[in-house]
């Protein structure tokens, strides 16, 4: 029997929601762990990716967003929403995917603490691919207490079959104070096929709405349509207003992705990306 439970196979699910309609509530140094329940139950706990798809912060004031300590079941899987450090948070939302149990994916998350202007760390992978990975990296949490611009980037480099380095960094002489990132590695193989993952950026040239589009998927259709995930992977905003960032992103079909990406209202930014994902 449990052999046999061992060897089901299982599918990705998937889903975004906006903490403050989930228990969460606005305002400074606020946190409360938030729930979902997977539409259909596994027979074992899965892998999850989640992250910071949405963030509201008064600018003036530290800007420090989480999502944080996850626990996952067969059925679901709650994490503590925060704003922290002083922050006053507006509004957070989460984007979430539990991952299919038939490929070689890894994932994990790295966190740093300590004011810098850059982090790395070498993460090695528990079963090395054929070839070097396809690597996407995302933000579930940061904090930067100082004024002017919030300047902070998620990125992967050097990397093998074995190993690749993550980064976490600032840039223009600033610094922040803590962050944590996940991955995700997936076979190269696979890029096109099963997997696909791009990133997009949005500049203040693009407007206060930012960048909304949709346009087939790269490499081969999928057989079905995908289960897909989002978050936001570089941000660049000044304090001077408040921090405004929403990233979306859904595939109707088998064939085309429709994501958007941007600000609203006053906020002052110079530019920003997400990470999306599209797997089946």
Not at 18 to 36: D, H, L, V, Y
Not at 86 to 103: A, I, K, Q, V
Request: hydrophobic residues 35%; charged residues 20%; contains cysteine.
């Amino acid at each position: 029997m449990e052999k046999e439970k061992s060897q089901r196979i299982w599918g990705a699910q998937h889903g975004q929601y906006i903490a403050e309609n989930n228990g969460w509530t606005p305002g400074q140094n606020k946190f409360m762990r938030c729930s979902t329940t997977f539409r259909q139950s596994y027979p074992e706990t899965p892998k999850l990716l989640f992250g910071l798809s949405r963030v509201d912060a008064e600018g003036s004031l530290s800007r420090s967003l989480s999502l944080s300590q996850p626990e996952v079941n067969a059925s679901g899987f709650s994490v503590q929403a925060a704003s922290f450090d002083n922050c006053y948070g507006y509004s957070l939302g989460c984007s979430w995917l539990t991952l299919p149990n038939d490929l070689h994916l890894e994932t994990g998350m790295i966190c740093c603490s300590g004011d810098r202007k850059a982090y790395v760390q070498q993460v090695f992978f528990s079963q090395s691919f054929a070839s070097p990975p396809k690597i996407a990296v995302w933000f579930q949490e940061f904090n930067y207490p100082n004024g002017g611009f919030l300047s902070l980037k998620c990125r992967a480099a050097e990397i093998t079959p074995h190993s690749f380095n993550l980064y976490i960094e600032s840039w223009a002489d600033r610094y922040f104070r803590q962050a944590r990132v996940q991955y995700l590695a997936y076979p190269s193989e696979e890029d096109g096929k099963r997997v696909k993952a791009g990133r997009t950026t949005v500049t203040r040239g693009q407007g206060p709405n930012g960048s909304r589009n949709q346009a087939p998927f790269y490499g081969q259709p999928f057989k079905n349509q995908p289960a897909t995930f989002v978050a936001i992977s570089e941000m660049d905003f000044n304090s001077s207003r408040n921090l405004r960032l929403a990233c979306n992103a859904n595939a109707p079909n088998n064939r085309e992705l429709v994501w958007d990406l941007g600000t609203w209202s006053d906020s002052d930014m110079d530019h920003a990306e997400c990470q999306w994902i599209a797997i089946e």
